[in-house]
């Protein structure tokens, strides 16, 4: 037996001493990694900076409050002109909804806790600064508000890109009506779609995100039908017409096929389908009389208007600007031509829980 066998168990077990050096010098390694923690305690939390879809959020929340905090204040100065007085009753219906729409769930609980159980010497959120406190300056917000949106939509994660847009439609029918009420002549138009750029920096750390393919696939095709058949029926209402009433359905006309040819060579390039003009569409009822004819504009903007929303959320981020200034242009089409909009274009909106006690 060699002579470092033949030492004494003692001999080779390491003192406890040297243990507990060891075990020490081995239990500061993850805390020098980790930063200053307190012993005992939890490693101090550091919640992460706020993604490009909560900064949109809050952007919008914060003209959404002013808007609605400038509705009331021209609804409490009274409004003669039964445009302008039917208007600011649907935006301040609207208004609280899309708020709600666009807060998270944490939000509203924090929101609708401090409204039940007021903390001792809580006082009423200030009213957001700058307040508009005639119709041009509730335009001006609400145009702002509209421009944002639609900028917002742009780059925003795709689930939430659908109810922004529909905010920002709803918004572009609503400073419509209200400019044209106050007979100045001038209207403020929606962004084209080449106006719609990237305007804001993605965060690395909480990129957007988009929807499934086949969803992008079925909406695109969908929008490239209902054009293609929107430019055909706006043909057969400028034959029943004469005069500014027939040239308007022309360009109607000329403007959806051009946006149906747009749609084609973009589908054809992401590999969706593509929908072929046909020669002659169908026209609802078999035939059109003076009544039918007269609602068709309405309900053709108002279908047009829903599927560019839904393609808008279903959109790559490069392909969206189309859709967006499409669906905005359908809803100042329907500011002459109807009188109430959905908060909400395009989407079902649930009602707030019933209030305890």
């Known amino acids: 037996m060699s002579r470092r066998l033949a030492r004494s168990p003692s001999a080779l077990a390491p003192s406890r001493r040297a243990l507990l050096r060891a075990v020490g010098a081995a239990a500061l390694v993850p805390l020098a990694a980790c930063g200053p923690i307190a012993v005992g305690g939890p490693e101090e939390y550091t919640p992460p900076p706020p993604g490009i879809d909560d900064l949109c959020r809050a952007d919008l929340l914060e003209l959404l409050d002013r808007a609605l905090a400038g509705t009331e204040q021209v609804q409490a100065s009274g409004a003669a002109d039964p445009v302008l ?8 219906a609207a208004l609280p909804v899309q708020r709600r729409a666009l807060m998270t769930g944490a939000e509203i609980e924090k929101e609708q806790q401090a409204e039940d159980d007021p903390q001792p010497g809580q006082t009423s959120a200030p009213p957001p600064g700058e307040v508009p406190e005639d119709v041009a300056g509730l335009v001006s917000v ?59 920096e993605v965060p690395a750390a909480d990129p957007p995100s988009v929807g499934a393919e086949s969803d992008y696939h079925t909406t695109i095709e969908r929008a490239q039908l209902e054009e293609w058949y929107a430019g055909y029926l706006h043909e057969v209402l400028a034959a029943r017409v004469d005069g500014a009433g027939r040239q308007q359905h022309l360009d109607l006309a000329a403007l959806h096929r051009k ?10 390039e992401d590999g969706a389908p593509v929908v072929a003009r046909q020669a002659v569409y169908a026209v609802p009822g078999g035939t059109l009389d003076d009544q039918s004819a007269a609602a068709l504009p309405t309900q053709l903007a108002q279908g047009l208007m829903v599927d560019h929303i839904a393609l808008a959320g279903a959109a790559p981020f490069e392909r969206r600007p189309l859709p967006i200034a499409a669906a905005l242009q359908e809803a100042e089409q329907l500011a002459s031509l109807v009188d109430r909009m959905d908060p909400l274009p395009s989407l079902e909106v649930p009602d707030p829980p019933a209030a305890v006690g």
């Open 259 to 268: 946006r149906a040819e747009e749609l084609g060579a973009v589908a054809e």
């Open 142 to 200: 609400l145009v702002e508000l509209r421009d944002l949106a639609a900028a917002a939509a742009r780059q925003i994660s795709g689930s939430l890109a659908r109810p922004v847009l529909a905010v920002a439609a709803h918004t572009a029918w609503a400073s419509t009506r209200l400019e044209s009420s106050a007979a100045s002549g001038h209207l403020t138009p929606s962004p084209a779609a080449e106006e719609l750029v990237p305007q804001r």
């Open 85 to 92: 007085s039917s208007t600011l009753a649907a935006l301040a």
